[in-house]
């Protein structure tokens, strides 16, 4: 007897993928998520970005950008049939961890108060993200069976 074929999710009220990939896929009682950012699944607008007139990045608010991504990640989950707390490891990749690290761990604290139940975490440092964004999860979830 074999692991069940992976099915690929495609949330529809999530923003779209940057590149030809799923937003998640369920092998399996585990979810993976590709890679979540902040876009607005709407208008594509990434929250708190100001841009330069050629489209650098000016400024940008890393806790707009936090709690626009978690937004992006429960949509993806509960599209999935997954709730917040099926999650159990995130990846978290920031462009500046210097500057944000502090204001990301106290939004983070916002989602999940109890260290106890809260998913494992990685936090890494990058140069940069596909998109101007300042921020990018990586998430696993177990799914209970009967969902």
């Given at each position: 007897m074999g692991i069940a074929q992976p099915?690929?999710?495609?949330?529809?009220?999530?923003?779209?993928?940057?590149?030809?990939?799923?937003?998640a896929r369920r092998v399996g009682n585990l979810l993976f998520l590709s890679g979540i950012g902040p876009r607005d699944p709407e208008t594509n607008a990434i929250p708190g970005n100001e841009l330069y007139a050629d489209g650098r990045v000016r400024r940008y608010d890393i806790v707009a950008q936090a709690h626009a991504?978690?937004?992006?990640?429960?949509?993806?989950?509960?599209?999935?049939?997954?709730?917040?707390?099926?999650?159990?490891?995130?990846?978290?990749?920031?462009?500046?961890?210097?500057r944000d690290f502090r204001l990301y761990n106290q939004v983070w604290a916002e989602y999940f108060p109890d260290p106890a139940t809260a998913p494992c975490r990685t936090t890494v440092g990058i140069t940069a993200l596909p998109t101007p964004i300042a921020i990018e999860l990586k998430c696993t979830a177990v799914v209970a069976d009967d969902r």
């Open positions: 099915t690929g999710i495609d949330a529809g009220g999530a923003p779209r993928p940057v590149g030809h990939y799923p937003h991504v978690f937004a992006n990640v429960r949509t993806v989950l509960e599209a999935s049939g997954a709730r917040w707390e099926d999650l159990v490891d995130v990846t978290v990749y920031l462009t500046d961890m210097l």
